[in-house]
Nanobody
Framework: QVQLVESGGGLVQAGGSLRLACGAS????????IGWFRQAPGKDRKFVAA????????FYADSVSGRFTISRDNTKNAVYLQMSSLNPADTAVYYC?????????????????WGQGTPVTVPG
């Protein structure tokens, strides 16, 4: 069982930056690809970005490509989402998720493990 914990959410002005972190408790990320998803108020949860276990493969949603960067530090058992040029459309609860299959993260909304989410608010 992989327990995921997100941190770093908050209120940020439009055009600003924020870095989210995803950590694991109880078990390491060893062998797991990690993804970030977000759910805006009243909308379905959507894929944002994903990274392979080794970190050499990444995927991004078109809406964040060029503005967000996913990275990981396996020595710290952590995955990060650096978000830049934020705008009100980025307002959502951000979730990290884990699965041994990267394509499950990138293509479906059904990874094996989910965190509890961290809110990000970008006022209009």
């Amino acid at each position: 069982q992989v327990q995921l914990v997100e941190s770093g959410g908050g209120l940020v002005q439009a055009g600003g930056s924020l870095r989210l972190a995803c950590g694991a408790s109880g078990r390491s990320f060893n062998g797991y690809a990690i993804g970030w998803f977000r759910q805006a108020p009243g909308k379905d949860r959507k894929f944002v970005a994903a990274i392979s276990w080794t970190g050499d493969t990444t995927f991004y949603a078109d809406s964040v490509s060029g503005r967000f960067t996913i990275s990981r530090d396996n020595t710290k058992n952590a995955v990060y989402l650096q978000m830049s040029s934020l705008n009100p459309a980025d307002t959502a609860v951000y979730y990290c998720a884990a699965d041994r299959d990267l394509t499950v993260l990138a293509v479906t909304n059904t990874p094996n493990y989910w965190g509890q989410g961290t809110p990000v608010t970008v006022p209009g």
